[in-house]
């Protein structure tokens, strides 16, 4: 069982937005301003979206966008392109014994 | 450009030792936090293990008294020493650079599997 929930599946239509929650506690995703998102297609290295819960990083569109209310962050996915269609994992700073904590991840299904 | 290319996995019994590396291109590992991250086939990621200098590293505690992690500055290279290897430890070993506390860089990953 993952430190961090996600939804177990997320879908769209070409065009549209999805939100990805991410829930956890006050000792990681509501208590450090260190939530990262991470895109991994099939067999490939997962690929860094945001950090910092909003920071997008150099080239990566700005289709892609982070928030975050108490102890849960999301991820929206503005205008839904064929090519978004993978796993979404969510990754908090946790500061204890466990340093880092994922989420299960989400996959997305671009209909 | 940052590369991250990680070599050493393969299949091993249960209670054997594994050493993974992972070797860097386009930044030094000296300079910056590098991280070990797992992903256990078809499940989701899990951190293992980050190093920041040789007297600061850190581990989760599924792996701890295990597994070391190390770094070769000469050769740019990160390392994992795995020891009494479980059925539990089979996974994608992925290694990531760690800038500030986001791993911002990964490799493919190399896989790892324990046979009981």
């Known amino acids: 069982q993952s430190a961090l929930t996600q939804p177990a599946s997320v879908s769209g239509s070409p065009g549209q937005s999805i939100t990805i929650s991410c829930t956890g506690n006050?000792?990681?995703?509501?208590?450090?301003?260190?939530v990262s998102w991470y895109q991994q297609y099939p067999g490939k290295a997962p690929k860094l979206m945001i950090y910092?819960?909003?920071k997008r990083p150099s080239g990566v569109s700005n289709r892609f966008s982070g928030s975050r209310s108490g102890n849960t962050a999301s991820l929206t996915i503005s205008g839904l392109q064929a090519e978004d269609e993978a796993d979404y994992y969510c990754?908090?700073?946790?500061?204890?014994?466990?340093?880092?904590?994922f989420g299960g991840g989400t996959p997305l299904t671009v209909l | 450009e940052v590369q991250l290319e990680e070599s050493g996995g393969g299949l091993i019994q249960r209670g054997g030792s594994l050493r993974l590396s992972c070797s860097a291109s386009?930044?030094?590992?000296?300079?910056?936090?590098m991280s070990w991250v797992r992903q256990a086939p078809g499940k989701g990621l899990e951190w293992v293990s980050s190093?920041?200098?040789?007297?600061?590293?850190y581990y989760a505690d599924s792996v701890k008294g295990r597994f070391t992690i190390s770094r070769d500055n000469s050769k740019n290279t990160l390392y994992l020493q795995m020891n009494s290897l479980r059925a539990e430890d089979t996974a994608f070993y992925f290694c990531?650079?760690?800038?500030?506390?986001?791993?911002?860089?990964w490799g493919q990953g190399t896989l790892v599997t324990v046979s009981s």
């Open positions: 990531a650079r760690t800038r500030g506390v986001t791993h911002d860089y």
């Open positions: 386009g930044f030094t590992v000296s300079n910056n936090y």
């Open positions: 190093i920041y200098s040789a007297s600061s590293t």
């Open positions: 006050g000792s990681d995703v509501g208590g450090y301003n260190y």
């Open positions: 910092d819960v909003t």
């Open positions: 990754c908090s700073y946790a500061g204890g014994s466990s340093l880092w904590v």
